[in-house]
């Protein structure tokens, strides 16, 4: 389709999603959210593709946030939706059965932070700016900000980012845990496939038990998330791919995995 305002593509396991609205700097409206929306429901589904890469056309932006001009005009129960039509996104992305890489090749501010912050890894350009900076809209962040950053970098720099509403530069980012590792702009690309491609080939029922554990862990008393971690490793014995991967190990050979 040539009017999307996505694009994806999968290759040798990877796939790649890619915001496309590079002369509005990537900005989430109603429409992209919903193609997002509708790629990462076909791509859980998928069982080609084994790890995604999520970024932003153009050489400037990963995503620049929800789209202003959409929402200037919103009231209340709009707003409410929006921010629904936003959470609902995030939270696809952040319970993918597989893992999923923010490239973030350029700004990712409001909404562009929180697509990023629903990633299970997050990997940027040295020239990335990041940020909350729905404050300077009288805005709040709509889209799990509040609450992702809280979990991923704690309060104070969650109040910080929100608060005053000063983007980050990579480097700063990195220091305070909202990004993975940052590499030069140049190298962004290639250095972020070398992930993919690791991803790729490692074992997907173990990826997937692992995804499930953190995100279970995230929200429930240790106990809780312990006995969940007992159930998930005991259920890796049941799989062809722990056999593989054990007897690898003990034959001195590199595993081939087969999901199953
Ligand atoms: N929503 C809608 N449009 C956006 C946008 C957003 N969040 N961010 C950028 N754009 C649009 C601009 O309106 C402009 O469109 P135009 O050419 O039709 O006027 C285009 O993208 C380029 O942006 P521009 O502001 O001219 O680029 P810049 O290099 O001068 O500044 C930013 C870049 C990121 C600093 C600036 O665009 C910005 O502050 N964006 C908003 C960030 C924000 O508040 N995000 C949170 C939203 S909740």
Redesign the pocket.
């Known amino acids: 389709m040539t009017d999307s305002p996505i694009t994806t593509n999968v290759q040798a396991g990877i796939g790649r999603i890619t915001v496309n609205r590079p002369?509005?700097?990537n900005?989430l409206n109603a429409a992209t959210l919903d193609a997002l929306y509708a790629a990462f429901n076909e791509a859980a589904e998928d069982p080609g593709t084994r790890v995604l890469v999520l970024t932003g056309a153009g050489p400037?932006?990963f995503v620049?946030?929800?789209?202003?001009?959409e929402?200037s005009d919103l009231r209340p129960t709009e707003g409410r939706d929006f921010s629904q039509r936003g959470q609902r996104l995030m939270r696809r992305i952040e319970t993918m059965p597989k893992p999923v890489i923010a490239m973030v090749n350029g700004?990712a501010?409001?909404?562009?932070l929180e697509l990023a912050m629903a990633c299970h890894l997050r990997i940027a350009a040295d020239t990335a700016k990041l940020g909350q900076?729905?404050i300077?809209?009288g805005?709040i962040p709509g889209f799990g900000g509040t609450q992702r950053l809280l979990r991923l970098a704690g309060r104070a720099a969650t109040l910080e980012l929100c608060l005053l509403g000063i983007p980050v530069d990579a480097a700063r980012a990195l220091q305070l845990g909202i990004v993975n590792r940052v590499v030069a702009a140049a190298d962004l690309e290639a250095e972020t496939l070398k992930i993919a491609e690791q991803l790729a080939h490692a074992a997907p029922l173990a990826l997937r038990g692992t995804l499930d554990a953190v995100n279970v862990g995230g929200e429930c008393a240790i106990e809780e998330g312990l006995q969940y971690e007992t159930a998930q490793f005991g259920l890796m014995f049941s799989t062809d791919d722990m056999r593989e991967g054990t007897r690898a190990f003990l034959e001195r050979r590199k595993p081939v995995f087969s999901g199953r």
């Open positions: 002369d509005k700097l900005a400037k932006a620049a946030g929800a789209d202003i001009a929402m700004f501010l409001g909404g562009g900076p729905e300077n809209l805005l």
